[in-house]
């Protein structure tokens, strides 16, 4: 990662990670974002240069405001960037428009929010196969992924009730079997422990980690959460639209003991 971007203006270059890395799997180069124009225009994200590597669970932090949502945003390709460019697994995607950019975050993205989204009408196994029904599987392969997915989340009695019927940390799970039934390459999550106490927040984590961190993959979380800092592979801390630090699992495990 750079941090020296024209939109930018000159930073120090960030420290330098020890060890081996595993190739890039999401490149960002000068992410800029603006909202508004003329006297309202806002700049939120000042030059972003980024690489988040596969196998690995990167967290985003920093304080409200910073940017964060905005720029995962434009990596998965829901928000448009002002300049910049964001590859993901080869894919320039923000050179992709209209169904092209549908078809690609369909196929490639999966979701996890805080307020984990489910459809209420649905059960656990209904919601869980979404992404499959929507890519055009027929419904007993795609009941047949949620169900695994599902049940290596712990959820093997739950299959059939409402996510009214579930706690928060059951319907996280669903969430998280959503976001991996199409085994996508992606997996994007905002806030996703932020409604849930504690334990079924750690617990969830460790569920996605198991599930989700593998070769091929790349996995970022934007976070407020310290409870789960320590499930990070890799922390980018953001302030005012910019990165101000890049850090591995060896410094994160460091910061917590002091
Ligand atoms: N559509 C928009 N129009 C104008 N300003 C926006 C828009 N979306 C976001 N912003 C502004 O951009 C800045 C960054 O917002 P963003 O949601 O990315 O921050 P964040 O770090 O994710 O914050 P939080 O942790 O509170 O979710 C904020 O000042 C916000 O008000």
Known sequence: MT????????????PAIAGSQPPAAIRCRGIVKEFGRGETLIRVLHGIDLDVRENEMTFIVG???????????????????????????????TSLKGSALVKFRRDNIGFIFQQFNLLPALSALENAAIPLIAQGA???????????FLIQLGLEKHLEKFPSQMSGGQQQRVAIARALVHEPRFIVCDE????LDAASGRAAIALLRDAAVRPGRAVIIVTHDSRIFDFADRMVAMSDGRIEKLSDAREIAAMEHH
């Open 138 to 148: 027929s419904e007993s392969v795609a009941n047949a992924a949620a169900r695994r």
């Open 192 to 195: 996703p422990t932020a409604s």
């Open 63 to 93: 304080p409200s405001g910073c940017g964060k949502t905005t720029l995962i945003s434009i990596i998965a390709g829901i928000l448009s960037a002002t300049a910049g460019a964001v590859d993901l697994f080869g894919t320039r995607v």
């Open 3 to 14: 941090t020296d971007s024209p939109q930018g203006g000159a930073m120090t270059p960030p």
